[in-house]
């Protein structure tokens, strides 16, 4: 769990409070690679810093709307929520050696399948992420619709599996017929031998997206916000090595975010809301 | 204050016989220490503290005025997955029923008949509750592919454990009177439970039965992960996004089908009490 | 046909309800067990059965031991009780209660479906009829008053078919009138069909116009084992009174 | 086939008094084709199908090959989570207890002191239930912050729904003779609980707690909603990376909780029953 | 004080168990309800307290109504009853179940905390001692013998100190020796305390000992109402049998 026991302060009094997802690792190491990075923040603010690690936004969304958690790493689907509804305000973005500050999102197969592009997915079992991700369901479902399937109606039924890797993992099984995985998942998946490129085939790559910020509540006080930016934007290339897997496996620097960054992910998002409205 | 305790002590006296050698009296200290202990290590460390939700009350209406009013406009979206986790909560509900009656029975102390089958059947019964539903369901999705019918088996495997361990126990519970004058006639074990255990169990064990099923209904987030959508599935969708006034409606629907399943379930039990 | 050596039955180790009680019980006999409120009446009816274990002496009936595990069913067939507080089901009809005494004769699986031999449901409509609950057969147990619950426990043991009869106070809550008439009954069985019969009885006057045996408990001890002709009234004082020397004379006999 | 039938009929006998009006007999009809009736139609919907189990087998035997043997290793790793998990669970159990003992009271027909107060408790009750817990997680999350508060809050508040449902069911099921005499006594209501009540729900009210704190911990997952960990989410961690070895030997540690917990419930009871 | 005006009871539209009973019982009265098992005494003694509700009919005590919801606890304080089931709370120890008759009496705050003041505890090990069960008072009701937990039924009763006592066969399950001391005790403190009793027994003989007035019930309807002084052995038979006339007669007056 988290560490302090007077919890109640706000930052004002000296507590900093960070929301992230586990992003594919247990708990225990997941803290552990925070460490430095914690310890780099209480260091050059003078204040203490807690972390929570949520295993969906939903709650830190709340939080931060109620003034309960002060800085986040989102997914850019989730970080157009926390904007909506919590005042959230994107104030820097990771850029990756490989691939950016963007993502795609592919549509794969299995190796054996007989099917080649998207169109042939009619009548077939489809495995999507979850409901609020990015890559995992609203972009391959813009993809779908621009192929011209209907995810509601075409499919014979899709999954919910939770993360990326069980969406490779459904294929590999051949549990599903296709699913949809993110292209850092897909690497890092290969990296670490999960998945075996031979078995796969991608069937469709997404336009790049934009990948989620780390955002603060627009109350933050501004000195504190002008401190974060800048402790964010002045990171030593040995301090970024320490905290590398914090922000990504390849990250090599910071680049500054605009909120009308993710306005063409709000444009797919609206789709969808129109889409969530039949059952799925 | 001294005064009041000595008054306490003179004119009042405490219906229970208490312990008089030191033993006893040591036990009974020592359990109610180590109660105390557990207690305020648990609540400092849930960081239990009343004081912070009159705090945040503010927080809450905030939350609450979002969810209101429910949209009624989805209704008609939620009729399908309602109607499909039904289907699959009766079907489980029953599969659950059958696996607990011969789990149950064995893990009754009074009627089992050895005590090696009671402690196997009590072990699998806790087995089957320490395994949460997913994995059933991820297990069953290897063996049957996606769909409902996986997610079926694993609410019902999932929930025999729950069902034969309040079944166990409502049997140990018992009148032994009945049980022991059924066995007085040299009836068998299994006259025994149908003539003594059943009559007796029964009006618990079909509100048991009845709850499971909503319990079931309730759960059916399960379903989302096998492919085949339910209404536990709509409710967390339409969370996640925020969409609190779908959320409550479907809250709504949920709350229907389980006031009804506790209509249906009193007006059972009042007929066979 | 019944042997009892030594039986002694200590409660949580500190009530004696039972010390050092011999007797043996002849097939035919109508045997009485007399004693005050507590003496341990029950203890030694329900011990015979083997509903409650005993700490030392031995039981056989028929030359079979009662602690003997694999044969308690079988003994148990043979043995009807009539418990003093009832132990009927009372989520079960009347006739329902009556036939648990046929369970042992019936099949297993069509019994558990409540199906009986036609002359099996006869038999327990018979036995109802003759404790005067005809009208009562299909009422559920619950809606009796005291006594009609006392007469189905009589029933269920009736229809059994016992050997024995092991009775605990089966008329306690019955009229005068229906205590007599449950007791002839209970005598023409122990007659016509040879049943023997160990009861537990409060009422003196009873226990002397209907059993042919006496035995007496106090405090656990069997303190007196007569005919009933031949039983003084103050023999009969024994039991009841609080006087004590009698009793120890007895217990450094034994 | 049919003369076996007749010789039932002629040899066998329902010990059960038949209804002789049509209109009886309609209404045991009805009801056994409309219960026939549903459940073919949701073992239809849920696709049901024993037969496609057995083709399964590989699947799952595939499966389990890959569960085991477990991970010693992350032992370790498990102490913290399992730890909180436990204080969690223990203040949220205790939490339901005190909300749901004046519920269940009010809830049961026998003893509430008016129909309306028990048809207000019931319908609370009902609410609370279909109200999944990560509702009310993010909701104590608005109020609180994130942490194993809100959850904490968030399990007591729920689990108080099915603790009073079964409070009060167990209630109006006790020995009526018993609260005759007490209220034949001129006691008042509380007196008549704490001497009648009590005395005779207390196995199973125990039994429920105890449960129910087991399910608590169980269902901990919700703590990794609200950014608190837990074991639940250690489970589902491994489970959503594959990692099956290392779920595997989480489940081992849940068992052994829920088989604690079990082994407290039954020892408990065989002194109080 | 206590006035009952054409009472009738009708179980589940089917069970005629009290029809048009009348009767009127005066401060200091020992009354004895006689009647077959079955014949409606027990729906009598507990309609009387209100635990039975009847369709017809008033009961009245002390000039207040008991079909009066509000007066209801305050007339159950003054008015103790010994039921034929016992209705002990079995997992209660003897004192706690005799401290029960004091509850009305006493805190409710308190007593939900088993503390009584001390006056209240005495009395309650007075009341257990005069029904002879002094070295059982904390044992657990559930380890006593049959008669015994039908003994702390009684002491419960008269824990309560009431002004009158409804007892339904407070003695079935006691051996002569003690059941005629506890009639004993019941006529003396009608005597001395001036409380009034009405029970039901089915021993005649010790109904004609202890009370002053029968009440005879058959078929739910009271045949007779006569001091126990002149009372005919032929009267007396009358509830006894199964001739009908007279009670057609009967009916016919009412
Ligand atoms: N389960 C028990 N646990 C402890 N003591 C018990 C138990 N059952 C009976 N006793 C005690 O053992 C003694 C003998 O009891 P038993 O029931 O045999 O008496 P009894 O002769 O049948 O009396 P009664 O005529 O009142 O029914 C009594 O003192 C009783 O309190
Ligand atoms: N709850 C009930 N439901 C239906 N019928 C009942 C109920 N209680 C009693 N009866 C019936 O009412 C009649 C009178 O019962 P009651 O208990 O008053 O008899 P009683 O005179 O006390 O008999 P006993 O001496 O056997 O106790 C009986 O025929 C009985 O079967
Ligand atoms: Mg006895
Ligand atoms: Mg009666």
Redesign the pocket.
């Given at each position: 769990g988290c560490s302090s026991e007077d919890e109640s302060v706000s930052n004002e009094r000296g507590v900093l409070r960070i929301g992230a997802l586990p992003g594919g690792e247990d708990e225990y190491r997941r803290r552990e690679q925070y460490q430095p990075f914690m310890e780099l923040l209480e260091r050059e603010l003078d204040m203490d810093v807690e972390l929570y690690l949520g295993s969906d936004f939903t709650a830190t969304i709340e939080a931060m709307r109620a003034n309960k958690v002060d800085i986040v790493s989102y997914g850019p689907l989730s970080y157009i929520l926390a904007a909506d509804i919590a005042d959230a305000e994107a104030f820097a973005l990771s850029s990756r050696e490989d691939y950016g500050i963007f993502l795609e999102s592919y549509i794969i197969v299995h190796e054996d399948s007989d099917i080649y592009e998207v169109s042939d997915l009619k009548g077939k079992t489809f495995a999507f992420v979850d409901p609020a991700s990015t890559g995992g369901y609203l972009i391959p479902r813009l993809s779908m619709v621009e192929n011209g399937i209907d995810p509601d109606a075409d499919l014979a039924s899709a999954v919910f599996v939770g993360n990326h890797d069980a969406c490779a993992a459904a294929v590999i099984n051949k549990n599903v017929d296709a699913s949809t995985i993110v292209m850092s998942a897909y690497y890092n998946g290969i990296d670490e031998g999960r998945i075996n490129p031979e078995e796969i085939r991608i069937i469709n790559i997404s336009d790049p997206f934009p990948a989620g910020p780390w955002a603060w509540r627009k109350s933050l006080d501004d000195t504190l916000k002008e401190d974060i930016k800048r402790i964010f934007f002045n990171m030593t290339d040995e301090e970024i090595a320490l905290c590398q897997e914090v922000f990504a496996r390849n990250h090599v620097g910071f680049e500054e975010a605009e909120d009308s960054f993710w306005d063409s992910l709000r444009k797919a998002a609206e789709l969808i809301e129109l889409d969530l409205k039949s059952s799925i | 204050m001294l005064s009041l305790i000595k008054k306490i002590n003179n004119e009042w006296c405490l219906a229970i016989d208490i312990p008089k050698d030191w033993k006893s009296i040591f036990k009974i200290f020592f359990w109610i220490v180590l109660f105390l202990m557990t207690l305020t290590w648990s609540v400092k460390g849930t960081q239990f503290n009343l004081y912070r939700i009159s705090l945040g009350i503010e927080g809450i209406s905030d939350i609450l005025s979002r969810m209101f009013p429910p949209n009624i406009n989805i209704v008609s979206r939620l009729i399908k997955p309602t109607i499909e986790t039904i289907q699959m909560s009766i079907v489980g509900t029953l599969l659950a029923i059958t696996l607990s009656i011969p789990l149950g029975v064995l893990g009754a102390r009074n009627i089992t008949p050895n005590p090696l089958l009671y402690g196997v059947s009590r072990f699998i019964l806790n087995a089957l509750r320490a395994v949460p539903e997913v994995i059933f369901a991820i297990i069953f999705v290897s063996a049957v592919g996606l769909g409902p019918f996986p997610g079926t088996l694993a609410i019902g495997v999932s929930s025999s454990g729950m069902l034969g361990k309040f079944l166990g126990d409502s049997i140990e519970n018992i009148d032994p009177g009945s049980l022991e004058a059924l066995e007085s006639t040299g009836a068998n074990k299994i006259q025994a439970i149908v003539y003594a255990v059943i009559p007796q169990i029964l009006p618990e064990f079909v509100s048991l039965g009845l709850f499971r099923w909503e319990m079931n209904f309730r759960a059916s987030t399960i379903l989302g992960i096998v492919g085949a959508g339910g209404i536990g599935f709509e409710l967390m969708t339409s969370m996640r996004l925020f969409k609190y006034q779908e959320m409550t409606m479907t809250l709504i629907v949920i709350l229907t089908v389980v006031a009804l399943v506790d209509f249906i379930a009193s007006t059972i039990r009042k007929k066979i009490i | 046909m019944l042997e009892i050596r030594n039986l002694s039955k200590t409660y949580n180790n500190k009530v004696i309800a039972l010390k050092n009680v011999s007797l043996t019980v002849n097939k035919g006999e109508f045997a009485m067990v007399l004693g005050l409120s507590g003496a341990g009446k029950s203890t030694l009816i329900r011990s015979i059965n083997g509903l409650i274990s005993v700490e030392a002496g031995s039981i056989e009936f028929e030359g079979v031991s009662v602690s003997n595990k694999e044969n308690i069913n079988k003994i148990r067939k043979d043995i009807g009780i009539i418990f003093q507080q009832f132990n009927i089901i009372k989520r079960l009809t009347v006739l329902e209660n009556v036939l648990c005494g046929r369970l042992a004769y019936s099949n297993t699986i069509m019994s558990s479906l409540k199906l009986f031999k036609k002359k099996d449901i006869n038999w327990a409509l018979d036995c109802i009829e003759r404790v005067g609950l005809k009208e009562?057969a299909y009422?559920r147990s619950?809606?009796?008053?005291?006594?009609?619950q006392?007469r189905v426990g009589i029933a269920r043991a009736l229809a059994q078919q016992p050997k024995l009869i092991l009775a605990d106070e089966p008329v306690a809550?019955?009229?005068p009138y229906s205590a007599e008439e449950i007791l002839e009954l209970l005598t023409e069985i122990n007659k016509k069909e040879g049943i023997t019969m160990l009861m537990s009885l409060h009422n003196v006057m009873l226990a002397k116009k209907y059993g042919n045996r006496i035995l007496g408990i106090k405090n656990g001890i069997l303190v007196f084992d007569k005919q009933v002709i031949g039983l003084t009234e103050k023999e009969m004082q024994l039991i009841y009174t609080m006087d004590t020397s009698l009793i120890k004379e007895k217990q450094q006999a034994v």
């Open positions: - | - | 009562k009422v619950d809606q009796l008053s005291g006594g009609q006392q809550s019955l009229d």
